[in-house]
C-alpha cells in the first residue's frame, strides 16, 4: 500500500531549506508593515488629542484647558 499524502519533508521551504529571495521577501513585508503600523501610530498620537471639555450640555462641566 502506497502513501500518496504530502508530507513536510517534500515540501520546498520546510525546515530551513527556503530560498534567500522567499527570506528576503517575508523580512521586507515585515519591515513595512511594522512601518506603516508606526507611522499611523504616529498620526494616531498627534492628531487624536480628547477635548479639554469636562461636561455636556445638559450639564455643563468645566474647561482645564490652560488659560494663556
Request: hydrophobic share 35%; net charge negative; aromatic share 8%.
Given at each position: 500500500?502506497?502513501?500518496?499524502?504530502?508530507?513536510?519533508?517534500?515540501?520546498?521551504?520546510?525546515?530551513?531549506?527556503?530560498?534567500?529571495?522567499?527570506?528576503?521577501?517575508?523580512?521586507?513585508?515585515?519591515?513595512?508593515?511594522?512601518?506603516?503600523?508606526?507611522?499611523?501610530?504616529?498620526?494616531?498620537?498627534?492628531?487624536?488629542?480628547?477635548?479639554?471639555?469636562i461636561g455636556t450640555p445638559q450639564n455643563p462641566g468645566i474647561n482645564t484647558a490652560p488659560r494663556?
Amino acid at each position: 500500500m502506497q502513501n500518496n499524502e504530502p508530507n513536510l519533508n517534500n515540501i520546498d521551504d520546510y525546515n530551513g531549506n527556503e530560498s534567500e529571495e522567499k527570506r528576503r521577501t517575508v523580512l521586507l513585508v515585515i519591515a513595512f508593515c511594522l512601518l506603516i503600523g508606526a507611522i499611523y501610530a504616529g498620526f494616531r498620537v498627534a492628531y487624536d488629542t480628547p477635548s479639554d471639555y469636562i461636561g455636556t450640555p445638559q450639564n455643563p462641566g468645566i474647561n482645564t484647558a490652560p488659560r494663556l
